[in-house]
């Protein structure tokens, strides 16, 4: 049997996240739209941004800045079936949100389409 995705680490910068199990990632990269008239011309090709959506446990350690501050950073995503994908030169897109429920601050991180690193 083929092993599926289950455990990420998410590291920015070369520090590891204290991730929890909801990370996301939108890849980025090319997006075709229809050109049309009276019937269908082709496409156009535009490059979207990837997106990397994270929960980080909050421990006395956490510093909200080290994460809100972070531009130009490298940012991987790190699968346990052996993919990982690489921001390069990514950056906090929105001040993270910090939960008392669940003691986790949600980081979104944008930058570049990511590249799966084989």
């Given at each position: 049997?083929?092993?599926?995705?289950?455990?990420?680490?998410v590291i920015v910068d070369g520090v590891t996240l204290?991730?929890?199990?909801?990370?996301?990632?939108d890849p980025g990269g090319v997006n075709?739209?229809?050109?049309k008239g009276s019937k269908v011309h082709g496409y156009q090709e535009q490059v979207m941004e990837s997106k990397l959506e994270v929960s980080v446990?909050?421990?006395?350690?956490?510093?909200?800045?080290?994460?809100?501050?972070?531009?130009?950073?490298?940012i991987n995503f790190k699968a346990d079936t052996g993919q990982t994908w690489s921001?390069?030169?990514?950056?906090?897109?929105?001040?993270?949100k910090i939960s008392q429920k669940?003691?986790?601050?949600?980081?979104v991180?944008?930058?570049p389409p990511?590249?799966?690193?084989l």
């Open positions: 049997m083929a092993k599926i995705l289950g455990l990420v680490d204290l991730s929890g199990d909801d990370a996301t990632l075709r739209q229809v050109v446990a909050i421990d006395a350690g956490f510093a909200v800045d080290s994460l809100r501050n972070v531009t130009g950073a490298t921001i390069q030169n990514g950056w906090c897109s929105e001040p993270p669940d003691g986790k601050a949600k980081v991180f944008t930058g990511a590249e799966e690193i």
